[in-house]
C-alpha cells in the first residue's frame, strides 16, 4: 500500500427505494490493497448500498467512483465496461441453474476474452480448485450445498482476475472452519495479487482477522456512526452500540490466529 | 370519492412507469439483437436448442390434439348449417380458408402463449429472485442478450412450423367430417381444398405467426424482468405473461388482418 490511491469514493451518497431514503449523503473512500468492512445492524441498509456501489440502483444524489470513473453518470456501455473490472460474490452465489459450476465459471471468460476453449477450462478449473470444487465441475448448482454454491459464486467471481472484490455476506451460512477457510482465502487474494476487497459481513471471527477497516452504518441518523480499525473500535467507539456489537460474547481475537 | 380519483391516478401514474420499463426493456432487447448479429459466436446455441425442445417439438401433442378438434368442431357446425341448402362441399372452402388464415395461426400462438409465454415469464422470474440477474448484469453481460435472444430465436423458427403442423391437422379435421358424417369420398374433399387454396393463403397465415411469436417471447420475459422479487411475484408474472400475451396475439391479428386488407389480400 505505498500509494494511497482510492479504489472507490463515495461522495455525498444518498441511497435508498422509492420513497425512503435509507442513507443520507455518505462519504467514505476505499484504496488499493484495503479489505473494508460494511458493517451495521439488520436492515440497516447494507446490501443496499453494495447494490448501489456495483451499479445496480442509481442514488438519489451524489456520487461513486470506482477507478476514477464516475458510476452514476456512466452510460450504459461504460458502465458495462468499469463492470468487467470488478467481482461480485452474491450471498447465495447466483449461479445459473442450468449451467453446470464449470460453465458457470467459465463464463465471464467467454463473455469478456479471446481465449480459446481449452484455456478458459483450464482458467476455470483452476478456480474452482482455488475454492476446493474442482470435483464439482460437473455438477449443476441444485445438486450442490448453500455453502457450495456461495464458493462456487466466488469462484466465478474471481474468473477475470478482478482487481477488486464485493462481497455480499461472504460466510453467513457457513460452518466455522469453512468460513474460516474462506477468510483465509480472501486475505491471500489480497496478499498475493493486491486485490482490494469490499465486504458486508456480521461474523466478528472475519471483521477482527481479516478487515483493515470498517464504516458502520446506522439506521435511526441514515448515515456512518463510525469508521476505522474495528480492533480500536470495540473499545475505543464513542457509540455504546459500536462496542456491543463489536464485543458479542465469548469473541476473543484468538480469531486473528487465521491472519499470517 | 376522493380514495377513488386518487387510485385512478395511481393507476394511471403505474401504468406510465410500467410504459417506461417496457420502453428501457425493448431497447435493451435491440441492444441484445443488434450485439448477437455483431458477435454470432457469442449465442449459446445449447439454449436455443434447449427452447426449440421446449416450445417447438414438445408442443407438437398439443398442437396436434387441439388443431384437429379444432377442424372437427368447425367442419360439423358449418356441415349442418351447409347441409340445409345441399352445399356440403363448401365445407371444404369454409375450412380452408378460416384454419389456414385465422384459426391456425390463432390457436397455435394461443397455444404458445400458455406453454412458451408463462415458462419464460417464471424463468426469468425465478433469476431474479436469485439474484441471477444482478450478477448477469455485474458481469457486464445484457441480460436480455442472454436470456432473450435465444427464446426469441427458437420461437421464430418453431411457432411456425407448429402453425403449418396445425393446419394440416386442422384440415385433416376437416377432412374426417366430411368423410365419416357427410359421407363425402375423401378424394372430392381433398381436390376441392386444393382447388380453392392458393399457397399465399398458407404463407400470409404463417407469417403472422412470426410476429405472434416475437410478441409472446417479449411479453414473457418482460414480465419476467417485471416481476417483484418473491415468489408470488413470480406467480403473478406468469400468469400475467398469458394474459398479456394472448391480448397482444389478439390485437397483433387484428392489425395484421387490416394491413393484409389494405395490401389489397
Ligand atoms: N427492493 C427493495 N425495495 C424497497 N425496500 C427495500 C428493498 N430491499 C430492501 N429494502 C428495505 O431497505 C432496508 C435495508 O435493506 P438491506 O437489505 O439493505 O439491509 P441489510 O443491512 O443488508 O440487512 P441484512 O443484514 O439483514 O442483510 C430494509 O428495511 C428493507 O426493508
Ligand atoms: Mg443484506
Redesign the pocket.
Same mark, same amino acid.
Given at each position: 500500500m505505498a500509494e494511497a490511491e482510492n479504489i472507490i469514493d463515495v461522495v455525498d451518497l444518498t441511497v435508498g427505494?422509492d420513497g425512503?431514503r435509507?442513507m443520507e449523503n455518505l462519504n467514505f473512500s476505499v484504496s488499493r490493497g484495503e479489505i473494508f468492512g460494511i458493517l /451495521?445492524g $439488520? /436492515? $440497516? /441498509?447494507? $446490501?443496499?448500498l453494495l447494490k448501489h456501489l456495483i451499479g445496480l440502483y442509481r442514488p438519489f444524489s451524489g456520487d461513486i467512483r470506482i477507478f476514477g470513473e464516475s458510476m452514476v453518470n456512466a452510460g450504459e456501455r461504460a458502465k458495462r465496461d468499469l463492470r468487467r473490472k470488478f467481482g461480485v460474490s452474491y450471498q447465495n452465489g447466483a449461479l445459473f441453474g442450468s449451467m453446470t459450476l464449470l460453465e458457470n465459471v467459465a463464463m465471464p471468460l467467454e463473455e469478456h476474452t479471446d481465449l480459446s476453449r481449452e484455456e478458459i477450462k483450464e482458467i476455470a478449473l483452476e478456480k474452482l480448485r482455488s475454492v476446493g470444487l474442482e470435483k464439482f465441475a460437473d455438477y449443476l448448482p441444485a445438486e450442490i450445498s448453500g455453502g457450495m454454491m456461495k464458493r462456487a459464486g466466488l469462484a466465478r467471481a474471481l474468473a477475470l482476475n478482478p482487481e477488486l472484490l464485493f462481497f455480499d455476506?461472504p460466510s453467513a451460512g457457513l460452518d466455522p472452519l469453512m468460513s474460516a477457510d474462506l477468510d483465509r482465502l480472501i486475505l491471500s487474494l489480497r496478499d498475493s495479487t493486491g486485490t482490494t476487497i469490499v465486504l458486508?459481513t456480521?461474523e466478528l471471527e472475519s471483521i477482527f482477522s481479516i478487515i483493515d477497516r470498517v464504516i458502520i452504518l446506522d439506521r435511526e441518523s441514515r448515515g456512518i456512526i463510525d469508521s476505522g480499525d474495528p480492533r480500536l473500535l470495540r473499545t475505543g467507539s464513542e457509540h455504546k452500540w459500536v462496542r456491543d456489537f463489536l464485543s458479542r460474547d465469548g469473541m476473543t481475537l484468538a480469531a486473528s490466529s487465521v491472519r499470517r | 370519492m376522493r380514495t377513488f380519483i386518487i387510485n385512478v391516478g395511481r393507476d394511471a401514474a403505474d401504468g406510465f412507469s410500467g410504459a417506461a420499463g417496457g420502453v428501457a426493456f425493448l431497447g435493451e432487447v435491440c441492444c441484445g439483437v443488434a450485439e448477437t448479429l455483431r458477435h454470432p459466436e457469442k449465442l449459446r446455441w445449447r439454449f436455443v436448442w434447449y427452447y426449440l425442445e421446449l416450445c417447438g417439438r414438445k408442443s407438437v401433442p398439443i398442437v396436434v390434439y387441439i388443431c384437429f378438434l379444432m377442424g372437427v368442431i368447425l367442419a360439423f357446425q358449418a356441415a349442418v348449417q351447409l347441409r340445409n341448402y345441399g352445399a356440403e362441399l363448401f365445407v371444404a372452402d369454409l375450412l380452408a380458408f378460416s384454419v389456414l388464415k385465422e384459426l391456425g395461426p390463432l390457436m397455435v400462438a394461443v397455444i404458445a402463449t400458455g406453454r412458451a409465454g408463462s415458462s419464460f415469464a417464471a424463468e426469468i422470474g425465478t433469476m431474479k429472485v436469485d439474484e441471477e440477474i444482478n450478477a448477469l448484469r455485474t458481469m457486464g453481460i445484457n441480460p436480455c442478450r442472454f436470456l432473450v435472444v435465444p427464446k426469441l430465436l427458437a420461437m421464430v423458427v418453431s411457432l411456425p412450423l407448429l402453425t403449418v403442423i396445425g393446419d394440416i391437422m386442422g384440415l385433416a379435421g376437416g377432412l374426417a367430417v366430411a368423410v365419416s358424417y357427410l359421407g363425402m369420398p375423401a378424394g372430392v374433399y381433398i381436390s376441392r381444398t386444393f382447388e380453392v387454396l392458393r399457397p399465399d393463403v398458407l404463407y400470409m397465415g404463417v407469417l403472422k405467426t412470426v410476429f405472434f411469436a416475437v410478441l409472446i417471447t417479449l411479453v414473457g420475459c418482460y414480465r419476467g424482468f417485471a416481476s417483484s422479487?418473491d415468489a408470488q411475484g413470480v406467480g403473478r408474472a406468469a400468469t400475467l405473461a398469458v394474459v398479456n400475451g394472448i391480448l397482444a396475439v389478439v390485437i397483433a391479428d387484428a392489425v395484421l388482418t387490416l394491413v393484409y386488407m389494405a395490401w389489397g389480400y
Open positions: 427505494y425512503i435509507l /451495521g $439488520s /436492515g $440497516s /441498509g447494507k $446490501s443496499t455476506e458486508v456480521h | 422479487s
